[in-house]
């Protein structure tokens, strides 16, 4: 479960990024987190990973405040979640099955495991037939379902996507969505941050709706875009 | 959940760093380069310092003071001489010769010389003196030992007493040693100091380089000594090629030398030292490299690496 207690970020003590959040999401729950751009969705995810830090208030992931996590378990943190963004955030030096088995790689994994893991995610994401290909050979969509397969190879519980859909158009957009869907329905908790209506209201499950830092609107069923 | 194992993550560390090593070739060159002259200057000072010790303590046992003996000196005032200096803590031994004993020495050096054996034998009387001659501890103690004799009861069957060329000499060459070695270190400690910089810009450049993959390596989990690792490792392996080949240049170099060397001193074998110390010598330039290596790239990771 992640929760969010009165969380407030400010940047250089005059910019409010985010303004006394109070949230709660529970394990296995699809939310999407709808708002303008500078709403403070990124700074909510950022959060989440320990990339950035609250000025005041608490975030507790599985009853752990994460304020609590030396930087040195940094590392085994974001193993637990995986993260997605409208980047991609691919290495263009390697190959799609590279660019996944990197993420075992740096986490000292044994190659046996590694080849193993990593042919089953690509399967997962539909990529089993471009391992060898390189992101720059790849279509953004491809890209996208490649990050996503990054993102699960450490089975995450959490997965956190930032505007995934950003750089995509709307067929590819559709893919990436069912896939986020089907990771959602096999247990893992989804976070969507994204200011696309119609991939929200195509969810149709929890909206957050945020502005100026504030969660103004919480949708807990089938929610719709609205801001 | 896969299984973690830190011999497979120090595989890779290494792996990496080896990587990094090889496709920055030129500046991989430039920076091992900088540090193989810095451990070059360094070796000539370990030399320098070898041959000074060789030849101070080699005139350290030639030389010696020498008290000549008035002709009319006796032979028992000679020998309460030497058993004052025996007793005296700074003289280390001393050897009497008899004005007979130095006039047979004399005649034995010149052998060869007909000219002088028939001069010898045209004398009458022997002119040369009794001697003693005296080793000192120390040849700093030399001049107490001077005093020493000058105040003894029996100074004046006392001739002359020598010694101060030699002091000169010990202390000519420990003068021009001690000033090339700080040379020498001066200059070891202004090149190790570029070897760092130029290993700290080079590192510096391969993390610029590796932004974006430093940055998906935090994304995904991995730990801080294995961001950071890789640039050790290539950092320690600047270190690493500059002292191979620093002692690919030495021990040649050593060998041409100490060829040349044999000719005016001939008790001293540069090669065969330096041989026989491999392993010392080993350890030291190769250490230095290493500790010059990561040095440079642990404050490149420092100033540049943020995790």
Do not use: C
Not at chain 1, 60 to 85: C, H, M, Q, S, W
Not at chain 2, 42 to 59: A, D, W
């Amino acid at each position: 479960m992640i929760e969010f207690k009165k969380v407030t970020k400010k940047y250089n003590h005059h910019f409010t990024a985010l303004d006394g959040i109070d949230l709660e999401i529970k394990d296995g729950e699809f939310v999407s987190l709808v708002g303008p751009s500078g709403a403070g969705k990124s700074t909510l995810i950022k959060m989440l990973i320990k990339e950035d830090r609250p000025t005041s208030g608490k975030v507790i992931l599985d009853e752990k405040d994460l304020a609590d996590v030396p930087d040195k378990e940094i590392p085994y943190l974001r193993r637990k979640i995986g993260t997605i963004f409208q980047d991609f955030r691919l290495l263009e030096s390697k190959t799609a099955l590279e660019n996944v088995a990197f993420a075992l790689e740096v986490a000292g994994a044994e190659d046996d495991d590694i080849a193993k893991d990593v042919e089953q995610v690509l399967a997962i994401v539909g990529l089993a037939d471009k391992k060898k290909n390189f992101p720059k050979e790849l279509s953004g969509g491809e890209k996208q379902r490649l990050a996503i397969a990054r993102a699960l190879v450490h089975r995450p519980k959490i997965i956190l996507a930032d505007e995934p859909t950003g750089n995509l158009d709307l067929v590819n957009s559709f893919d990436v969505l069912k896939l986020l869907w089907r990771i959602n329905e096999l247990g893992t908790t989804v976070i969507l941050a994204t200011h696309d209506d119609k991939i929200v209201n195509t969810v149709g499950k929890r909206v957050i709706s945020m502005d100026k830092g504030k969660i103004v609107r919480d949708q807990l069923e089938k929610g719709k875009y609205i801001i | 959940m896969v299984e973690i194992s830190t011999k497979q993550s120090l595989k890779r560390i290494f792996r990496t760093g080896w990587i990094n090593f090889q496709r920055n070739r030129f500046m991989s060159l430039g920076a091992t380069g900088t540090m193989a002259l810095a451990l070059l200057v360094l070796s000539g000072l370990i030399v320098l310092n070898f041959f000074t010790g060789q030849t101070v303590g080699f005139l350290d046992e030639k030389v010696d003071v020498s008290v000549y003996f008035q002709n009319d000196a006796k032979e028992d005032q000679i020998l309460k001489i030497r058993s004052d200096l025996e007793e005296f803590k700074n003289v280390k031994s001393v050897s009497y010769i008899s004005q007979n004993q130095a006039l047979e020495d004399f005649k034995n050096r010149h052998k060869d010389n007909q000219l002088i054996q028939d001069s010898i034998a045209e004398l009458e009387n022997n002119p040369l003196q009794a001697s003693l001659s005296i080793k000192a501890v120390d040849p700093s103690q030399y001049a107490s030992i001077a005093q020493f004799l000058e105040n003894n009861s029996l100074k004046e069957v006392i001739d002359k007493i020598s010694f101060y060329e030699n002091e000169a000499a010990i202390n000519r060459i420990q003068g021009i040693s001690k000033s090339l070695s700080r040379g020498g270190l001066g200059v070891t400690l202004l090149l190790a100091l570029v070897a760092v910089l130029v290993t700290f810009n080079t590192i510096r450049l391969t993390i610029y380089n590796k932004k974006q993959e430093i940055e998906i390596m935090k994304l995904v989990g991995a730990t801080n000594w294995h961001v950071r690792g890789p640039f050790l490792v290539e950092g320690g392996l600047y270190g690493l090629f500059a002292s191979l080949a620093t002692l690919a240049v030495f021990y040649p170099a050593t060998h041409f030398i100490s060829g040349k060397l044999l000719s005016f001193a001939p008790n001293i074998n540069l090669f065969q030292h330096f041989m026989g110390n491999f392993g010392q010598m080993f350890v030291i330039i190769v250490g230095s490299g290493l500790a010059l290596g990561i040095f440079g790239s642990m404050i490149a990771i420092r100033r540049h690496l943020k995790i």
